[in-house]
């Protein structure tokens, strides 16, 4: 080992280079014991790694006999979780940030280290907690949501116990399929080896796959490998991924991982997005428009005043067919006020942007025939998001209706709490095929 370092430092000192010695420690092992080894580079000593000791490795403690649970690394993303809790992005930013900056983190020590999967359940506990509220769930909730993919309308976050499993499986197969010969090459063997010990006898190439897809072989030696954690990964996959098993692959000449590919059209999974099912589907039109009803029936009852109030009725001042959710005509005042109640799927900020200025544009024109006869005419909308999102713009249009300012609070914990429970019903429905309600929303009020 100091002949590969004094060569290496050598080479280093031609180009201008300086190791840090701080950062460098070295393991050697003797009859299953870490030994003391002096070592230096470039005339700096180098620590060495006595039994249960670790060196950090791009944040995986790596050492002999020592825990591989990268602690820091869990702490780190519990406070990244109660930040992200915490911040003001819309709901589906926080799902993405969960996706994105949170659970990455700890993908490279799954893959290369041995974690106990005790220390990964607070931190999926977390994830499952503030993924539910982004949903606006209630706790109790099912988690399948928060592992579903998007295109069914979950948040496509798994558990890290379940990518643990899938990490030891795919690190496995990676080995086996390595283009580097020599690496392929040393899996290859190094798999039969364990297989050949499981086996008391020497192991084929389909031997090796049964091995690895779990079939009940006698143990007769208990060690830990790469590939008896492997072996391990796939079994508890089975219950989640029925069908999955190693078997020879004539294309690369080894044995691979393999599963049944799920008989379902691009296009049925594209139909099935959660802004489809919400929002799109003809199929829950009588459920949008309860929906729809529910925040304006809550606007009414809040209103300080119902008189001049007109609802869903078209306006004959201005000679029009359409027919806007609110109009009050204060013939005294010589003032008309139109407001429009939506509920655009609440994906971006922009989607509330965009719904206000079709409603303001749709009934622009009864705004400008009013005006002509003398009225001050104004249009406004009240946007509820269908995931539960409330827009800030909205309280023009309730100070525009009189609504008092201690009824406001009331009226916008209302109106979201009826939008995600008839968005609930529509995504019920939508899954299992059975309806979720047994009467619609009725305006009976003095019109």
């Known amino acids: 080992m100091q002949q590969l370092l004094d060569a290496v430092s050598t080479a280093a000192e031609w180009i201008g280079l300086r190791f840090n010695a701080k950062k460098c420690a070295t393991l050697c092992l003797e009859k299953k014991k870490a030994i003391a080894v002096n070592t230096h580079v470039q005339g700096d000593i180098i620590g060495h790694l006595s039994d249960g000791e670790t060196y950090q490795h791009l944040g995986v403690p790596t050492g002999f006999r020592a825990d ?4 820091e690394t869990i702490e780190r993303m519990l406070l990244d979780i109660h930040s992200v809790e915490k911040s003001l992005l819309a709901p589906w930013q926080k799902l993405d940030a969960l996706r994105t900056f949170v659970v990455p983190q700890i993908q490279f020590a799954l893959q290369t280290a041995l974690i106990q999967k005790t220390s990964l359940a607070e931190v999926d506990r977390q994830i499952k907690r503030v993924a539910k509220g982004a949903l606006h769930l209630p706790r109790r909730a099912s988690p399948e949501v928060v592992f579903l993919p998007t295109y069914q309308g979950g948040a496509n976050i798994l558990p890290l116990a379940d990518l643990a499993d899938i990490s030891a499986v795919t690190h496995a197969f990676r080995l086996l399929t390595s283009p580097d010969p020599a690496v392929s090459t040393v899996a290859e ?9 499981y086996l008391n006898s020497n192991a084929g190439w389909d031997d090796a796959a049964a091995y690895l897809s779990g079939v009940n072989i006698r143990n007769t030696s208990a060690f830990a490998t790469i590939w008896s954690h492997a072996r391990s990964a796939t079994k508890r996959l089975t219950s989640k991924i029925p069908g999955i098993h190693w078997s020879w692959c004539e294309e690369r000449s080894t044995i691979c991982i393999q599963w049944p590919t799920p008989d379902r059209e691009p296009d049925r999974i594209e ?3 959660t802004a489809h099912v919400l929002n799109h589907c003809m199929l829950h039109s009588r459920a949008y428009n309860n929906r729809h009803r529910s925040v304006l029936h809550n606007l009414v009852t809040h209103m300080q005043s119902t008189k001049n109030l007109r609802i869903e009725r078209a306006v004959p001042e201005a000679d029009s067919r359409l027919m806007p959710d609110l109009v009050v005509i204060d013939n005294d005042r010589k003032l008309a006020i139109i407001v429009d109640v939506a509920c655009p799927f609440d994906n971006r900020q922009d989607a509330f942007l965009e719904k206000r200025n079709e409603k303001i544009s749709k009934y622009t024109p009864i705004c400008n025939i009013l005006k002509t006869k003398g009225y001050r005419a104004i249009v406004d909308a009240v946007l509820v998001g269908s995931l ?7 309280f023009q249009a309730l100070n525009l209706l ?3 300012k201690h009824k406001k609070e009331h009226l916008i914990r209302k109106s979201i709490s009826d939008v995600i429970r008839w968005s609930r019903d529509v995504y019920v429905e939508h899954m299992c095929g059975h309806r979720q309600y047994s009467k619609d929303v009725v305006l009976d009020l003095k019109q």
């Not at 591989?68 to 602690?71: D, G, L």
């Not at 063997?189 to 010990?197: E, G, I, Q, V």
């Not at 539960?388 to 909205?394: F, H, I, L």
Request: zero cysteines; proline letters at 12%; charged letters at 25%.
């Open 68 to 71: 591989q649970t990268p602690s």
């Open 189 to 197: 063997l190094s798999l039969k080896r364990t297989a050949s010990k």
């Open 271 to 273: 139909d099935e997005t």
């Open 388 to 394: 539960g999102s409330w827009d800030p713009a909205n």
């Open 402 to 404: 009189g609504i008092p």
